[in-house]
């Protein structure tokens, strides 16, 4: 079956477009094995991010991986067709090098992706949906990603997300160290940004996550208090800047509990960062006065900062990745003609069994020895030589000609002219 890389991400569609086609990272299981089942797939991997959701997959038929998309989140195949890009063989290959190095992130050269991606293969090897191909395919990505991290600059300068937070946030406040910050989750980028803002030493900070024991945890490394997550809205008037990346489905933070938060701060201005995909604070917070709501897209115009400073790195990546691009795809090329081979070994194998009991039956009758041999040897010859032959004499004159120099290429024939 074909390879397919089928997709959306930050360069063809907008968050709200985004949001929609998001995997939630305990459904991904079930929705592999549903791709199989339901649409012809024998292989698949699902790479869902803050900014992309990516689907590998070895099938017949991508328009059928791009309807299950669509059908999977209960939306038209019209929401998302003209975002979605298809990408076959070698350009799929390529997409995934190129993602795993970091060379297609909003934030180019970040980390981050690198173990996004190895754990979308860890799922689809648990959910048994990641094959030979894709186990493979999936081994080369990492090898690759760590290839050009290490020979190239390619990560030099980076500016976080977490760190363009923490400037988006200097712009409204002067001081970081004046403020009070509310962390809503408690996994990697919130970690992240913790480790930004907590550097500016802020006045004080507060973590809540659905578990407490995650948000106990990193709330004593930050040297700061827990919230439960019901106790958000009574508390967020006492917060200047809230940062959230949470995996809710939905909004954890509405229009009516920021109006009430906004008021109760008599109009002082309130930061807030949503990192998270889908949404975690309702879009309509952005209408609101002294509300500064930044999502991922806004985020971008910050971390383009440092982006000419590894623009030469970009050059000798892509010039790592064309190379190995090509070896796969040699790889790729060399599994196609496994089912050929073993059916031409199997081939002549039947020759072989046919022919060797016709000479042990002859030695049977008492036949001469060196005539059964020779006999033997004949035939074989025949055999072997009937289907090239055919292939000489039969159709047109071009492909006679085409026939005549793949079998003087394979038996190495007129090698003295």
């Known amino acids: 079956m074909p390879l397919i890389a089928l997709g959306i991400n930050h360069h063809t569609a907008p968050l709200a477009v985004r949001e929609r086609v998001a995997f939630l990272p305990d459904a991904l299981p079930r929705a592999l094995a549903d791709l199989l089942d339901t649409h012809g797939a024998s292989e698949a991997a699902i790479l869902s991010t803050c900014n992309r959701t990516e689907l590998y997959c070895s099938a017949d038929d991508p328009g059928a991986a791009a309807h299950w998309l669509a059908q999977y989140h209960r939306l038209s195949i019209g929401d998302v067709q003209p975002f979605l890009y298809t990408l076959p063989g070698r350009d799929a290959v390529r997409h995934m090098f190129r993602v795993a190095s970091g060379l297609d992130s909003m934030v180019l050269g970040e980390p981050q992706i690198l173990g996004q991606m190895k ?28 290839e050009v991290r290490s020979t190239t600059a390619i990560g030099a300068n980076i500016v976080s997300m977490a760190a363009a937070a923490v400037r988006l946030t200097e712009r409204i406040f002067e001081r970081v160290s004046d403020q009070r910050i509310l962390f809503v989750g408690a996994g990697e980028m919130i970690e992240l940004c913790a480790a930004h803002f907590c550097a500016q030493k802020p006045r004080a900070v507060a973590i809540a996550n659905r578990t407490p024991e995650r948000a106990r945890l990193l709330a004593e490394r930050l040297g700061g208090s827990v919230l439960r997550l019901d106790e958000i809205g009574e508390r967020l008037a006492h917060f200047d800047v809230v940062v959230s990346c949470t995996g809710s489905p939905l909004p954890i933070i509405g229009l009516g509990m920021v109006e009430r938060a906004v008021k109760a701060r008599r109009h002082r201005p309130l930061i807030m960062v949503d990192l998270a995909l889908p949404r ?29 400073s590894r623009q030469a790195a970009v050059v000798e990546a892509e010039a790592i990745i064309d190379a190995r691009v090509a070896n796969f795809v040699e790889w790729l090329a060399a599994r196609d003609a496994v089912p050929t081979i073993r059916a031409l070994r199997e081939r002549a194998d039947e020759f072989r069994r046919h022919e060797v009991e016709r000479a042990f039956k002859l030695l049977a009758k008492g036949e001469p020895a060196d005539r059964v041999i020779e006999q033997l040897s004949q035939a074989l010859t025949n055999k072997f030589m009937h289907g090239p032959t055919a292939a000489l004499n039969e159709g047109d004159g071009d492909r006679r000609i085409a026939a005549a120099e793949l079998i003087a290429r394979i038996y190495h024939l007129n090698q003295g002219e």
Not at 120 to 132: D, H, I, V
Not at 133 to 142: E, G, I
Request: charged share 25%; no cysteine.
């Open 280 to 308: 975690d604070i309702e879009a309509e917070v952005a209408s609101l006065d002294d509300v500064f709501l930044y999502t991922l897209d806004e985020l971008a115009q910050i971390v383009e900062a440092g982006l000419e």
């Open 119 to 146: 754990q979308a293969a860890r799922t689809a090897e648990e959910a048994g949906t990641l094959g030979a191909l894709l186990h493979k395919l999936f081994q080369r990505t990492f090898a690759v990603a760590k």
